[in-house]
């Protein structure tokens, strides 16, 4: 069965680096997304892309996020300089599989626990 | 604003017997509601999807009921294990291509 896959599964970096997480979508999947679960809390949106580009995003998702579909597969999140607060899971997600009628049923990635020290 | 409410956080229940976890949202007109499991660590997976028009809907051990009137959906695991142990997550969705927005969930604790 077609998955989302996510590298790495764990991240560790120091304040004020660059970090690109990287994700592969379902591959007849057109809708494309960002999640992070700080620990103990809820699954929170941070961006979603269609057509090469935004098309929602959350307040957490400021300027120093930034997503990118480079080629036809992988689907990649940029912070530019982490900061302490940005420690979390990180899911990809994808949908757009007609199939299922029409109803968005997001397929989530197995996450990348990133650690900012 | 819109919020989703599932009947506790935590849920615990003996090996073998039903397990049904409760699910109230309010200001949404959801055009379907689906359920997902999240276990710890990994990210949410999908289960079941319930459209406004279908009162039940099964798939195994699984049973999910959608009252709109009520704005309630009821996630039912008959005979249920200890490998069902895990968060589920309900999420309306009025339909289209949006996002997800996740409550907290109810942790389910099955006790051999």
């Known amino acids: 069965e077609p998955e989302v896959t996510q590298t790495p599964s764990h991240q560790v970096t120091q304040m004020g680096q660059e970090v690109i997480l990287r994700c592969v979508p379902i591959s007849n999947h057109l809708y494309f997304y960002w999640y992070r679960q700080i620990l103990g809390q809820k699954v929170e949106f941070l961006v979603s892309f269609y057509n090469n580009e935004i098309s929602e995003k959350s307040e957490i998702f400021d300027d120093q996020f930034s997503v990118e579909r480079p080629d036809g597969s992988n689907f990649t999140l940029k912070i530019r300089s982490t900061k302490l607060e940005d420690s979390a899971m990180y899911f990809c997600?994808?949908?757009?599989?007609?199939?299922?009628?029409?109803?968005?049923?997001?397929?989530f990635g197995p996450g990348t626990r990133l650690t900012v020290l | 604003s819109q919020k989703i409410e599932q009947n506790s956080e935590a849920l615990n229940i003996q090996e073998g017997k039903t397990a049904t976890l409760t699910c109230n949202y309010t200001n949404y007109s959801p055009a379907y509601l689906q359920w997902y499991r999240q276990d710890p660590g990994r990210g949410p997976v999908f289960l079941l999807l319930i459209r406004e028009n279908e009162k039940e809907k099964r798939k195994e051990r699984l049973k999910v009921t959608f009252d709109t009137t009520l704005k309630q959906s009821l996630f039912h695991i008959t005979a249920s294990q200890p490998a069902d142990s895990a968060t589920y997550l309900c999420v309306p969705n009025s339909g289209g291509y949006q996002k997800v927005t996740f409550g907290i969930g109810t942790k389910l604790q099955v006790i051999p």
């Open positions: 997600a994808s949908s757009g599989d007609w199939t299922s009628g029409g109803a968005d049923t997001q397929y």
